[in-house]
């Protein structure tokens, strides 16, 4: 009789062991592989999993094993993707089974309709879409049309690679300087081989639409995998596929896509690598820049890092020689930098006066300074854009005769007051942390007075004010909300890539990365909201998103005597973020800051890591973390080079009526933290089921490497 197989299986559950099962290879057709996608019985239920081991043993009784269901019409996930993922794992202190299987498309998560995925590839493939004469020409810079900066950026990065050698490059640039025509023109040569496939991730989906036409134009011949959260669950299930079985050239994506099995992979492409939108905030808390330096230094293959604004992390490795540092300091069609204006908001010149011409009829929400520059570029014919980082009409509705203040009774915020659109009928207060929404009360609801007032404004709010004030202009408001009315994201940003608008209004979704050709001017408002924060990456992300939303002026290639404006209301003009940004100094500011963080001993001079904890009650929390605390002293683990921090509350204590703390575990050293974070899940996880503790209820999560504390 022939031994038994026994296959090993994780699954989608925060348990650190994978379950086994006997393989019956004439029921399902074939021997198994590791890496095949199957579906088996899970209590009373059934998943699916992925195989991590096939053996002719198990430590169980084989006759008490249950069978796999199913095979899933795939291929075994390839070797490299389960390297990558194992590691993932490891690292970011999260059970392989939820590593794996969360970054597979919904689609081929239903065994049931698996049959039926087949016909659906079969039909996919005849119907595949030709490029439209658009998609083919809109952005084509061939090589030829670069100029002298690229050039030599591009010959930079053809000659610092090597084949089969794992190279880190960080392509720095102005913005404006031509860095996506570099990198797509260094693409070329490594699509010349048929097999190969190339990994583009870009930090949101808003931007994922323009980069996928200058893609387009630049290899129409070429297959491509769009994959973000963005498309429906049929197109991602499908691209998931072409790109995993090889099929697809060409894949670009959000952070999602990080985590995608490639067979042929030879190069990846992180633009704007500096965005916090890279590291995942729920699940497995991952950094997808830093899980794509890992894949290609595991393959032997190139990176480039792609920004205006580098990360201090990646900086720091460019400038001790880790990575390369290749710059082009011009930019684009002769473009000059944006002139940068930093309107003193403690200046009364600035500030309307009572016989000021022009004055508005209501208070103003913007400085007289900025009203000036924008009239006159309205008269210029020339687009602006004003950056306010606050959705919503206001961010408090308050009582002028108590000390009423609209507070969510689920979370420790306020509620945002929104006005009726298209999302809503009505006016509304709505929570931006748990999604409560309530109506706006006629009269506080503790005192009885009817005249309520709105404190600080969003982006309803200056858009009101703006239409009020030009009102022969026209003005588009650009956040979240709006661009989930009918129109969505991208429809509404081609109507200011077709000048169908004079004024833009919008969060720092209008700062990154679009290639604007007819903004003249560019205004910030409340810039020193992000300024003082305890989150010591607040300037670095701050100066980020100005050099950005700086860059989206003054692009066209009429504007090279110019070059635009950008003003800047701040209180604080002798901050170091500003007066860096005076003088376009981003080295200067990475240096700055670079010193600050060695002389607190903060990252990236140190390693950090989270234990988040939640309860019902705040006490439980912290003392939960506080007796975690007192094990990791009694066990000689906290020593030096390590430091463990007291639990506090986090920023945001409640959150849809769940208390919230956390635990700051800190070392010199990325292994000794590495050491430790995996004995504090060995602890946990002995007195908890899953990751909700047994005795308390109280759940937890580890976090590495977190982005905010």
Same mark, same amino acid.
Not at 224 to 242: D, F, P, Q, T
Not at 620 to 639: D, N, S, T, V, Y
Not at 657 to 681: F, H, M, N, P, Y
């Given at each position: 009789?022939?031994?038994?197989?026994?296959?090993?299986?994780?699954?989608?559950?925060?348990?650190?062991?994978?379950?086994?099962?006997?393989?019956?290879?004439?029921?399902?057709?074939?021997?198994?592989?590791? *890496?095949?996608?199957?579906?088996?019985?899970?209590?009373?239920?059934?998943?699916?999993?992925?195989?991590?081991?096939?053996?002719?043993?198990?430590?169980?009784?084989?006759?008490?094993?249950?069978?796999?269901?199913?095979?899933?019409?795939?291929?075994?996930?390839?070797?490299?993707? @389960?390297?990558?993922?194992? +590691?993932?794992?490891?690292?970011?202190?999260?059970?392989?089974?939820?590593?794996?299987?969360?970054?597979?498309?919904?689609?081929?998560?239903?065994?049931?309709?698996?049959?039926?995925?087949?016909?659906?590839?079969?039909?996919?493939?005849?119907?595949?879409?030709?490029?439209?004469?658009?998609?083919?020409?809109?952005?084509?810079?061939?090589?030829?049309?670069?100029?002298?900066?690229?050039?030599?950026?591009?010959?930079?990065?053809?000659?610092?690679?090597?084949?089969?050698?794992?190279?880190?490059?960080?392509?720095?640039?102005?913005?404006?300087? *031509?860095?996506?025509?570099?990198?797509?023109?260094? @693409?070329?040569?490594?699509?010349?081989?048929?097999?190969?496939?190339?990994?583009?991730?870009?930090?949101?989906?808003?931007?994922?639409?323009?980069?996928?036409?200058?893609?387009?134009?630049?290899?129409?011949?070429?297959?491509?995998?769009?994959?973000?959260?963005?498309?429906?669950?049929?197109?991602?299930?499908?691209?998931?596929?072409?790109?995993?079985?090889?099929?697809?050239?060409?894949?670009?994506?959000?952070?999602?896509?990080?985590?995608?099995?490639?067979?042929?992979?030879?190069?990846?492409?992180?633009?704007?690598?500096?965005?916090?939108?890279?590291?995942?905030?729920?699940?497995?808390?991952?950094?997808?820049?830093?899980?794509?330096?890992?894949?290609?230094?595991? @393959?032997?293959?190139?990176?480039?890092?792609?920004?205006?604004?580098?990360?201090?992390?990646?900086?720091?490795?460019?400038?001790?020689?880790? &990575?390369?540092?290749?710059?082009?300091?011009?930019?684009?069609?002769?473009?000059?930098?944006?002139?940068?204006?930093?309107?003193?908001?403690?200046?009364?010149?600035?500030?309307?006066?009572?016989?000021?011409?022009?004055?508005?009829?209501?208070?103003?929400?913007?400085?007289?300074?900025?009203?000036?520059?924008?009239?006159?570029?309205?008269?210029?014919?020339?687009?602006?854009?004003?950056?306010?980082?606050?959705?919503?009409?206001?961010?408090?509705?308050?009582?002028?005769?108590?000390?009423?203040?609209?507070?969510?009774?689920?979370?420790?915020?306020?509620?945002?007051?929104?006005?009726?659109?298209?999302?809503?009928?009505?006016?509304?207060?709505?929570?931006?942390?748990?999604?409560?929404?309530?109506?706006?009360?006629?009269?506080?609801?503790?005192?009885?007075?009817?005249?309520?007032?709105?404190?600080?404004?969003?982006?309803?709010?200056?858009?009101?004010?703006?239409?009020?004030?030009?009102?022969?202009?026209?003005?588009?408001?650009?956040?979240?909300?709006?661009?989930?009315?009918?129109? *969505?994201?991208?429809?509404?940003?081609?109507?200011?890539?077709?000048?169908?608008?004079?004024?833009?209004?919008?969060?720092?979704?209008?700062?990154?990365?679009?290639?604007?050709?007819?903004?003249?001017?560019?205004?910030?408002?409340?810039?020193?909201?992000? @300024?003082?924060?305890?989150? #010591?990456?607040?300037?670095?992300?701050? +100066?980020?998103?100005?050099?950005?939303?700086?860059?989206?002026?003054?692009?066209?290639?009429?504007?090279?005597?110019?070059?635009?404006?950008?003003?800047?209301?701040?209180?604080?003009?002798?901050?170091?973020?500003?007066? &860096?940004?005076?003088?376009?100094?981003?080295?200067? #500011?990475?240096?700055?800051?670079?010193?600050?963080?060695?002389?607190?001993?903060?990252?990236?001079?140190?390693?950090?890591?989270?234990?988040?904890?939640?309860?019902?009650?705040?006490?439980?929390?912290?003392?939960?973390?506080?007796?975690?605390?007192?094990?990791?002293?009694?066990?000689?683990?906290?020593?030096?080079?390590?430091?463990? &921090?007291?639990?506090?509350?986090?920023?945001?204590?409640?959150?849809?009526?769940?208390?919230?703390?956390?635990?700051?575990?800190?070392?010199?050293?990325?292994?000794?933290?590495?050491?430790?974070?995996?004995?504090?899940?060995?602890?946990?996880?002995?007195?908890?089921?899953?990751?909700?503790?047994?005795?308390?209820?109280?759940?937890?999560?580890?976090?590495?490497?977190?982005?905010?504390?």
């Amino acid at each position: 009789m022939a031994p038994p197989i026994v296959v090993q299986v994780v699954v989608d559950k925060p348990l650190a062991q994978g379950f086994d099962y006997l393989w019956d290879a004439q029921k399902l057709g074939r021997s198994p592989e590791i *890496g095949h996608m199957v579906e088996v019985p899970f209590g009373r239920s059934s998943l699916v999993g992925i195989v991590i081991k096939v053996s002719a043993h198990s430590e169980f009784d084989i006759n008490k094993l249950k069978s796999i269901s199913r095979l899933a019409p795939l291929p075994p996930l390839d070797p490299a993707a @389960l390297r990558l993922v194992s +590691f993932a794992s490891q690292y970011y202190i999260h059970a392989l089974g939820e590593t794996i299987i969360p970054a597979i498309p919904q689609m081929w998560k239903k065994p049931e309709a698996w049959d039926k995925i087949l016909k659906k590839l079969i039909v996919a493939e005849e119907k595949r879409k030709k490029r439209t004469q658009e998609e083919q020409s809109e952005g084509f810079i061939s090589e030829a049309s670069l100029n002298d900066g690229q050039k030599q950026a591009l010959e930079k990065i053809r000659t610092c690679i090597k084949k089969n050698e794992f190279k880190t490059i960080l392509l720095q640039g102005q913005t404006g300087s *031509g860095k996506t025509a570099v990198f797509l023109n260094w @693409l070329t040569k490594v699509l010349e081989d048929e097999s190969a496939q190339v990994l583009l991730l870009v930090p949101e989906i808003n931007l994922t639409p323009q980069l996928e036409r200058r893609v387009r134009a630049y290899f129409p011949e070429k297959r491509m995998a769009v994959l973000h959260s963005g498309v429906s669950e049929k197109e991602r299930g499908i691209a998931w596929y072409e790109a995993m079985t090889g099929r697809t050239q060409i894949i670009l994506g959000t952070r999602l896509a990080a985590l995608t099995p490639l067979p042929n992979l030879r190069a990846i492409v992180v633009d704007e690598e500096h965005d916090p939108s890279y590291k995942q905030q729920d699940g497995i808390r991952y950094s997808a820049r830093d899980l794509a330096i890992w894949r290609a230094h595991d @393959l032997k293959i190139p990176i480039v890092l792609s920004s205006a604004t580098p990360s201090l992390e990646t900086w720091i490795a460019a400038k001790a020689g880790r &990575y390369e540092n290749i710059r082009i300091d011009q930019r684009a069609h002769g473009a000059k930098l944006p002139n940068v204006h930093l309107i003193n908001m403690r200046d009364p010149q600035n500030q309307y006066s009572p016989g000021d011409i022009g004055r508005p009829k209501v208070k103003s929400l913007i400085s007289k300074t900025l009203a000036n520059a924008i009239s006159k570029n309205l008269e210029d014919k020339k687009q602006s854009l004003v950056l306010i980082n606050r959705r919503g009409y206001a961010p408090v509705l308050s009582c002028g005769a108590c000390a009423w203040l609209s507070k969510c009774q689920q979370c420790s915020s306020c509620m945002v007051l929104h006005k009726a659109g298209v999302l809503t009928k009505k006016s509304v207060l709505s929570c931006h942390h748990c999604g409560l929404s309530k109506t706006i009360p006629s009269h506080c609801p503790d005192c009885g007075n009817a005249d309520l007032k709105t404190l600080g404004q969003g982006t309803q709010k200056i858009e009101d004010f703006i239409e009020e004030m030009w009102s022969k202009a026209k003005v588009l408001r650009i956040d979240t909300d709006s661009s989930r009315s009918s129109k *969505g994201a991208e429809e509404l940003f081609q109507e200011i890539h077709q000048g169908k608008v004079d004024i833009v209004v919008g969060t720092q979704m209008i700062a990154k990365g679009h290639d604007y050709q007819n903004i003249g001017m560019v205004g910030v408002l409340d810039a020193d909201g992000r @300024l003082f924060s305890q989150d #010591f990456r607040a300037a670095e992300r701050l +100066f980020a998103q100005l050099v950005q939303v700086a860059g989206r002026a003054g692009r066209s290639k009429g504007d090279g005597e110019g070059g635009g404006d950008i003003y800047i209301e701040t209180q604080y003009p002798e901050s170091a973020v500003f007066q &860096y940004l005076l003088r376009h100094d981003v080295d200067g #500011f990475l240096s700055h800051t670079a010193n600050e963080r060695q002389e607190a001993g903060l990252p990236p001079f140190s390693y950090q890591a989270l234990v988040h904890a939640e309860a019902k009650s705040l006490d439980k929390a912290i003392q939960f973390l506080g007796a975690l605390k007192e094990h990791l002293r009694l066990q000689g683990q906290i020593c030096n080079g390590l430091r463990v &921090y007291d639990p506090v509350p986090k920023t945001v204590m409640r959150v849809a009526g769940t208390e919230r703390a956390q635990l700051v575990i800190e070392s010199d050293d990325r292994k000794q933290l590495q050491a430790v974070l995996e004995a504090v899940d060995r602890e946990l996880r002995e007195n908890s089921q899953g990751r909700i503790s047994k005795t308390s209820r109280i759940r937890w999560l580890i976090e590495r490497d977190p982005i905010a504390l």
